[in-house]
């Protein structure tokens, strides 16, 4: 079953998600925990989930393997990138190259999406210069998508903050979490990597958060660019 689109921006009890996923209340609920699904708690008590996180989890759902070590999983995509990680030791290095050449790349999406916290806000549009500078660009807004023949949106924004500067985002630009974001913020503590260097991540991490995205268009993108770097590793 697929969410109408109408609702992807609102709110459904567990036992609604539980028919979309095919799982029960009780499974819902552990994704919930787990930081699976975003969810709110109503007055009573019970858990609202949020129908854009549950399809985009239907999305990237592969139903088997823990995620990787957020270490393993940002060296991947580092390497991916044609760069020189050097927080992984020779040992974890040959043991991820061999791991890399046997991944296919939505299994990739998968296996590293725990490698951030990720908040959803609605910020003003005219704010978004300045909030641009406050994050290292990503997924639907950086460039790559001009690579696919992709309009860059001039609606939507998508990075990486450091944990300890998200606070003054959020205070800076007014930030709201609810629905009808249009400000995707991945959250980062204690990354292996200093972000500052970084104006837009490199493009294995640009094309792991357009796997993300709802429009298959984007998504595509993401997995035909992680699809080619792979096949470069074999």
Same mark, same amino acid.
């Given at each position: 079953m697929i969410i109408e689109e109408q609702k992807l921006n609102g709110w459904m009890t567990t036992? $609604?998600?539980g028919v979309i996923l095919g799982v029960? %209340?009780?499974?819902?609920a552990r994704l919930v925990r787990d930081g699976e699904l975003d969810a709110i708690q109503s007055a009573g008590g019970a858990f609202l989930v949020n129908a854009e996180s549950l399809e985009r989890y239907r999305i990237l759902f592969r139903g088997r393997g823990r995620p990787w070590d957020k270490s393993v999983s940002w060296g991947a995509l580092w390497v991916l990138s044609g760069l020189k990680e050097e927080w992984l030791t020779y040992t974890q290095l040959q043991r991820l190259s061999t %791991?890399?050449?046997?991944t296919k790349?939505? /299994?990739?999406?998968?296996?590293v999406r725990k490698r951030a916290e990720t908040m959803r806000f609605r910020i003003g549009e005219s704010f978004f210069p300045s909030a641009k500078e406050m994050i290292s660009i990503s997924g639907v807004g950086s460039d790559l998508i001009l690579r696919h023949g992709l309009t860059p949106h001039s609606? %939507?924004? $998508?990075?990486?903050? /450091?944990?300890n500067n998200?606070?003054?985002f959020v205070k800076?630009?007014?930030a709201v979490q609810g629905e009808n974001a249009n400000a995707i913020i991945h959250i980062l503590a204690n990354p292996p990597f $200093?972000? /500052?260097?970084y104006q837009q991540m490199p493009v294995a991490v640009v094309a792991a958060d357009l796997c993300a995205s709802l429009d298959v268009r984007e998504r595509n993108a993401g997995i035909e660019t992680l699809k080619g770097l792979l096949n470069d590793r074999i």
């Open positions: 036992a $609604e998600a029960g %209340r009780l499974q819902i %791991r890399l050449k046997n790349a939505a /299994d990739l999406v998968w296996a609606n %939507r924004i $998508e990075g990486y903050i /450091d944990k998200l606070k003054k800076k630009f007014h $200093e972000l /500052d260097n």
